[in-house]
């Protein structure tokens, strides 16, 4: 299995809270992303880095930031957590070579009263 | 922009018989990759199996084999044998070749219940 964590792995907030969640790898790839996953909708793209600094937005970025200081961490900030964003959170990561697929760290399981 | 669309959201299979999970998708590009992602209620994101546009070979692990038809934009999984271990969420990606994000695009997911 890929070297992925996450945490937490589960984790109840109040509506306006700030919100961390924290994916580490020790694979020393390139990419990472992180997902959210809703009944109906698979899997949907927040945001993803493709290198320490390097990030870029989604399809579902809105109320979402993301940070990547290091290879392994990549950071998302839920800045005034809503009831919208109750959902599992999944990192992954890549490579280019030589395969291209993408390793899925545990989930997180966000819910937001 | 590229879509993936698996149509049926449930199957069910007895255990021991095949089963075909179907997935279309949409693109402009020729070359790109193609993955099928199995999710257990063990939450995990397995990846099942891999096929590269460019291949004419369907890819084959072990039970698992796809069917890839390029021209009808169609990609679908064939599980032989099915086990108890098989019942899950499965979920069709597809993913560019162009450099850039190396994002995947996912479909909405299928579950797959076995009977035993």
């Known amino acids: 299995d890929a070297g992925i964590t996450q945490s937490p792995r589960h984790k109840v907030t109040e509506t306006g809270t700030p919100v961390t969640l924290r994916c580490h790898q020790t694979e020393n790839h390139r990419y990472m992303y992180w997902y959210r996953q809703d009944p109906g909708h698979g899997l949907r793209l927040i945001h993803y880095?493709?290198?320490?600094?390097?990030?870029d937005k989604g399809e579902v970025s809105d109320g979402y930031s993301v940070s990547r200081s290091k290879t392994e961490d990549f950071l998302l900030t839920l800045e005034s957590a809503t009831s919208s964003q109750t959902s599992v959170y999944f990192c992954?990561?890549?490579?280019?070579?030589?395969?291209?697929?993408?390793?899925f760290g545990p989930g997180t399981r966000l819910t937001v009263t | 922009a590229q879509t993936v669309t698996q149509s049926q959201p449930e199957m069910s299979v007895q255990e021991a018989e095949t089963v075909t999970l179907s997935c279309t998708y949409d693109t402009s590009e020729s070359d790109y990759y193609l993955f099928w992602y199995k999710q257990p209620p063990s939450r995990q994101m397995i990846l099942v199996i891999r096929?590269?546009?460019?291949?004419?070979q369907n890819a084959t692990e072990n039970r698992f084999s796809v069917n890839f038809q390029k021209a009808a934009k169609s990609f679908s999984l064939k599980i032989s044998d099915s086990q108890l271990g098989d019942a899950a969420m499965y979920f069709c990606?597809?993913?560019?070749?162009?450099?850039?994000?190396?994002?995947?695009?996912f479909g909405k997911g299928m579950k797959l219940t076995v009977n035993p």
């Open positions: 992954a990561i890549s490579e280019r070579v030589p395969s291209y697929e993408q390793y």
């Open positions: 990606a597809y993913r560019s070749r162009q450099g850039g994000s190396e994002k995947l695009v």
């Open positions: 880095s493709y290198g320490v600094k390097d990030t």
């Open positions: 096929q590269e546009a460019y291949k004419q």
